[in-house]
């Protein structure tokens, strides 16, 4: 049996994931979106990149079939499966001033960002290095003006998205922390690693 990996609601996890090796991410009760991020394991200066995917995968809706890129447009793992198939790949990690500014939140507020630094600052990583993060299970919505929504994820109990990495990677994941991208409820993430 595959061993199952829990992270608690609103904190993370990082790990090193072999080149070939699979990484399945799985919301257990539904409508809950995980944060990642993605690291060559040998050199963290090569990173994952949000303009590099949209740009080469030619979507901004990246699912089965897609590619992950890397700021020196290496592939990093593909998408393997992915039962939900609402993911985001254009908003930032959720941070401090994210409450301070789109919520008027005041006092401490977990954030992935913080939970994204907390688990790879072992790693001899800074909050600088984070990049933007594939949103996995979150559900951007935009209009014909471009305007941006976010709304609680599609994805039911259950759901997983499947990744096969292309290199050696060093990859941090989050239950995530902001109220509007998991409909109002936190709950925890799911990992297998099969290598």
């Known amino acids: ?41 040998h050199d963290v200066n090569e990173k994952l990149s949000s303009g590099k995917s949209l740009d080469f995968e030619e979507s901004i809706l990246l699912t089965k079939g897609h590619f992950l890129w890397s700021n020196r447009s290496n592939k990093m793992v593909k998408i393997i499966e992915d039962t939900n198939g609402r993911n985001d790949f254009l908003l930032a990690p959720c941070s401090k001033e994210t409450f301070e500014i789109m919520y008027n939140y005041k006092g401490y507020h977990p954030s992935c960002l913080e939970n994204l630094y907390t688990n790879l600052k072992p790693f001899g990583l800074s909050m600088d290095d984070i990049p933007t993060a594939f949103n996995i299970f979150m559900n951007v919505q935009f209009d014909q003006k471009g305007k941006l929504s976010v709304l609680p994820p599609t994805s039911k109990g259950g759901d997983y998205i499947k990744f096969e990495a292309q290199m050696d990677l060093l990859v941090a994941l989050t239950a995530c922390s902001a109220e509007d991208s998991n409909g109002g409820r936190f709950k925890p993430i799911h990992y297998i690693i099969e290598e």
């Open 1 to 41: 049996m595959k061993a199952i990996h829990h992270i608690e609601k609103q904190t993370g996890k990082a790990f090193k994931l072999k080149k070939g090796a699979f990484l399945t991410v799985i919301d257990p009760m539904g409508q809950q979106v995980s944060d990642m991020v993605l690291f060559n394991s």
